[in-house]
């Protein structure tokens, strides 16, 4: 990823020539999107395949649908040219994503570049170079003369041992769908990125909803091949109809299996399509407290859209100051600029809120959101969008079961009832209620908690009886009642917790 004309396409380019054999390299044909190169490490010959996604909009469409193809995340950014506004929203969908990142400083060979600005930049964007204390990779390089492109490919690897990027051939394939077409004369075509196991010739798989029984695959240098191991993006026929980009497939040993989870998906899908069109409403920042996901740690993710920098400095500073133990705000890009198609992506991707401040909306953006779902928030004074976010924050937490005290009985007698005893009572203040809340206090002392089971005013069960009446109290679990004892009526409520509260 990177800002256009950074030397995305020349780097893929400049990879495959000096990685893959000379003649195969010609045939290799670029619409699949994605190919594999082998690197030599520790001995070892390791497989990364690139997925080229031009512009992060490939990548985060697929994250929007769940799909999870990318592992490392390379950011291209020219030597001579600096962090520009695609390089921030690509650190942005990355850190989103949750994938490490390598950066490539590229067009060393050039005369103007200057790579330590390019660190010095990124520092802007909690990105510190391993030489400078650390921990993101940079490698400068130049896609035109070659120089340290093998450093890039060993880097790779590297964060893939470290990041323990490991996958299984020996058992059934599965991955996620790159790309698939109505082929005229071979029928549905589906690219598959094999992420795991094996996929051979002759096996089974549902890709999303859609049977398939693997005819033929090519691999992505136009060989055809019978067994595609993991880091594979292959060509497969034989399915059933066209799957969409970013579904994931599985293979199945049984057909009748396949066969029958494809139908039941299928089915499914046409209910939850109609379900989505009438819940179709993404996250908002009010909506966010019914949203609160799982976990001790509530995170609300924004990207933040102003005038100037100097706005976005201060709006920043002021979040950090907002209580965050409990509720993280997770800030995935802040740029100066009008908030763009991109942004909604990227939100639409993240479930994030998009804070516009004192800028403007880009053509398109509004009706992008209103499809998406996606909530933007306008501002032009910074505690009033201060306050939101922190009444979003308080609406994430959890709320807090608190009592609230209902009032206070005596016990004057206590008459023997069946097989046990039930109290004669007498309120001293407010009431007690049926099913509610008591503790028995004697001497200060706790000598039953539980239910208020049981309520009489003259043999009549009643709900409540007030303060000056007298009533009968009888318990199932708790007979030893002596005269002078206290109940305390209470119950628990929920409570909104505030912030500053806390
Ligand atoms: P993309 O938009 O990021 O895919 O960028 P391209 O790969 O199309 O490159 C944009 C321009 O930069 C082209 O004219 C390339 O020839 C040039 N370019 C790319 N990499 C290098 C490099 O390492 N050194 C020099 N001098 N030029 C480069």
New binding site residues.
Partial sequence: M??????????LDAIRKTKVAQGEAGGITQHTGAYHVDVEHNGVTQQVVFLDT?GHEAFTAMRARGARVTDIAVL?V?ADDGVQPQTIEAIGHARAAGVPLVVAI?????EEAQPDRIKQELMEYQLVAEEWGGDTIMVP?????GENLDTLLEMLVLVSDVEELSANPDRPAKGTVIEAHLDKARGPVATLLIQNGTLRVGECLVAGSVFGKVRAMVDDRRNRITDAYPSYAVEVLGMSDVPAAGDEFDVFLSEKEARSIADDRSVNQRQSRLQQAMASRRVTLSSLSAQASEGELKELNLILKADVQGSLEAILGALEQLPQDEVQVRVLLSAPGEITETDIDLAAASNAVIVGFSTTLATGARQAADREGVDIREYNVIYKLLDDIQGAMEGLLEPELVEEDLGQAEVRAVFPSGRGSVAGCYVLNGQLVRNCNIRVLRKDKVVFSGILDSLRRMREDVKEVNTGFECGVGLPNFNSWEEGDIISAFRMVTKRRTLASR
Avoid at 106 to 110: A, L, M, R, S
């Fill in positions: 990177g800002h256009v004309d950074h030397g995305k396409t020349t780097l031009p291209v020219a590229n067009k060393i060979d050039k390089l130049s896609a035109k003369t």
